[in-house]
């Protein structure tokens, strides 16, 4: 019998079909991967398994019985539990409150909390994950990501074990973290599988999934294709039932000339958690970020977007000092954060708005009137540059799939033409094509003469681009290196601190 099993769902928006006919199953003690592009209708389908939207047709089943799940209460009834790249925990609550929110504290007599049986059962299901080093006191904001996702996961396993099933459904629950962080993380879905719970995964990194999964279903423009034994699955299989592309063919790492201009220098430059930072990047080069888990690499762009405190900073031979992004902006940097949903976008605002965001005073008449004609036209033809697929610049940033939602701030930096191009975890969250897609556009930024710094945990991404790397060490500057010759495992040697050519 399986825990989960979805047939012929489907699922309209203002007549775009989201969801034409998607089916699969999961079974108990099983890591079934889901896989598709951005826009394929993954986040549809977790929404209605969330009780977020109703599906117009289809059938769900939990534990062989027939099931409607017309809110979130009802997925939480059913055993459902939702785990998403953007984390809501609350932050200044400890690990012990936040395993038991919404859910009744322990008393004692009179009514009280007896707040040592909540830290002792919050202990007990961090102890059940193999996460006892997470102190069930501490205050959840100052825990890394990854443990932040472990307190998530500890908190379904204070639940009441009546719920029919027991299925984990995680959206890309790796995109944020470490590679460490991802190894615990695996090591938990060994331990649910063995409690013989149900996991529905979603992710685009294809390595993790053939590690990891046992089943894979492809969604493909709404349409989900028959499962895939991960055993008999490969890379290039996945990448052609997604995309309809048998391969995707990567181009050459940009070269470096000796001879460009110096686009930015870097002297000294300090903020909160770096340390005296210097670098120079020439007009045409791609410079990575590297480093251990909180490394610094997004402080250091911050840091040139407003938030240095000392050192100096010089773009084209022009000393400059952003007193904040708006200035940064204007001064020719563009920025595109790690977070798009909390950093980057106003998800209720249109395509267009998001866009022309920083852009305001060159799109408007008198920096009074903002000239709509003109908002649509650049969005349209930035859209069309980065392959955002959109029904039109109004349409809302959080309909959007999460890659196109990516793309719309990549839409919003080349808008302004930038000397200087700032990313935080690019292609976190995005599927192959669109993975492709973005380092093509990096490509042909860096071709046109505009310099590009960008943090990566991914260093595989960082050897494909870059054509040098610098090595950041709780914020200091461990070492620049050329790319060239440089292998993932060299790299990531490099990273712990072996100084070795």
């Known amino acids: 019998m399986s825990l989960l099993s979805v047939a012929r769902l489907a699922k309209t928006y203002g007549g775009a079909a989201a969801l034409r006919d998607a089916s699969l199953t999961i079974e108990a003690g099983e890591v079934h991967a889901l896989m598709g592009e951005n826009g394929a209708g993954k986040s549809t389908l977790i929404?209605?398994?969330?009780?977020?939207?109703?599906?117009?047709?289809?059938?769900?089943?939990?534990?062989?019985?027939?099931?409607?799940?017309?809110?979130?209460?009802?997925?939480?009834?059913?055993?459902?539990?939702?785990?998403?790249?953007?984390?809501?925990?609350?932050?200044?609550?400890?690990?012990?409150?936040?395993?038991?929110?919404?859910?009744?504290?322990?008393?004692?007599?009179?009514?009280?909390?007896?707040?040592?049986?909540?830290?002792?059962?919050?202990?007990?299901?961090?102890?059940?994950?193999?996460?006892?080093?997470?102190?069930?006191?501490?205050?959840?904001?100052?825990?890394?990501?990854?443990?932040?996702?472990?307190?998530?996961?500890?908190?379904?396993?204070?639940?009441?074990?009546?719920?029919?099933?027991?299925?984990?459904?995680?959206?890309?629950?790796?995109?944020?973290?470490?590679?460490?962080?991802?190894?615990?993380?695996?090591?938990?879905?060994?331990?649910l599988q063995r409690r013989r719970a149900g996991v529905l995964y979603v992710s685009h990194r294809i390595e993790e999934v053939l590690r990891i999964s046992n089943?894979?279903?492809?969604?493909?423009?709404?349409?989900?294709?028959?499962?895939?034994?991960?055993?008999?699955?490969?890379?290039?299989?996945?990448?052609?039932?997604?995309?309809?592309?048998?391969?995707?063919?990567?181009?050459?790492?940009?070269?470096?000339?000796?001879?460009?201009?110096?686009?930015?220098?870097?002297?000294?430059?300090?903020?909160?958690?770096?340390?005296?930072?210097?670098?120079?990047?020439?007009?045409?080069?791609?410079?990575?970020?590297?480093?251990?888990?909180?490394?610094?690499?997004?402080?250091?762009?911050?840091?040139?977007?407003g938030a240095m405190t000392g050192g100096s900073v010089t773009i084209a031979g022009e000393g400059v000092r952003p007193?904040?992004?708006?200035?940064?902006?204007?001064?020719?940097?563009?920025?595109?954060?790690?977070?798009?949903?909390?950093?980057?976008?106003?998800?209720?605002?249109s395509i267009s708005d998001n866009v022309a965001l920083p852009h305001l005073n060159r799109l408007s008449h008198l920096r009074l009137f903002l000239n709509r004609l003109a908002e649509r036209a650049e969005t349209a033809a930035v859209g069309r540059r980065v392959r955002l697929r959109a029904t039109g610049p109004r349409q809302r940033a959080w309909r959007l799939s999460g890659g196109n939602q990516q793309k719309v701030m990549f839409a919003r930096a080349v808008a302004g033409a930038p000397r200087l191009l700032l990313l935080d975890e690019p292609t976190r969250g995005v599927d192959v094509a669109a993975r492709f897609d973005i380092h093509a556009l990096l490509r042909e930024i860096a071709a046109a003469g505009a310099a590009v710094v960008i943090a990566s945990s991914d260093r595989e991404e960082l050897l494909a681009l870059c054509s040098r790397i610098a090595i950041l060490t709780d914020g200091r500057l461990s070492r620049i290196v050329p790319a060239e010759g440089l292998t993932a495992a060299r790299l990531l040697a490099l990273c712990y601190g072996d100084d070795r050519v």
């Open 215 to 305: 089943r894979i279903t492809v969604l493909r423009d709404g349409v989900s294709q028959p499962p895939i034994a991960t055993a008999e699955a490969t890379r290039e299989m996945l990448i052609e039932r997604m995309t309809g592309r048998t391969r995707l063919e990567a181009a050459a790492r940009p070269r470096q000339s000796t001879n460009a201009r110096v686009a930015l220098s870097v002297d000294r430059l300090t903020g909160k958690g770096l340390e005296e930072i210097s670098f120079d990047v020439r007009e045409g080069e791609i410079l990575g970020l590297a480093g251990l888990g909180d490394a610094g690499g997004d402080r250091l762009l911050r840091a040139l977007m």
């Open 47 to 191: 929404r209605i398994l969330a009780g977020v939207v109703q599906a117009d047709s289809g059938e769900i089943t939990v534990a062989g019985e027939p099931a409607s799940i017309a809110n979130a209460r009802d997925a939480y009834r059913l055993g459902l539990r939702f785990l998403h790249q953007e984390l809501n925990v609350a932050s200044r609550l400890s690990v012990a409150e936040n395993i038991f929110l919404g859910r009744a504290y322990p008393t004692r007599w009179g009514g009280l909390v007896d707040w040592a049986a909540l830290r002792d059962r919050a202990s007990a299901a961090l102890a059940a994950l193999s996460a006892s080093h997470i102190a069930p006191e501490t205050i959840v904001g100052r825990l890394a990501v990854g443990d932040r996702m472990i307190v998530k996961i500890a908190s379904t396993f204070v639940d009441d074990a009546s719920a029919p099933g027991r299925i984990f459904v995680m959206d890309e629950p790796t995109a944020a973290l470490t590679s460490e962080e991802s190894e615990r993380l695996f090591r938990i879905l060994d331990e």
């Open 323 to 349: 007193r904040g992004p708006a200035e940064g902006w204007r001064r020719g940097l563009a920025y595109v954060p790690r977070e798009r949903r909390s950093e980057g976008l106003l998800l209720s605002q």
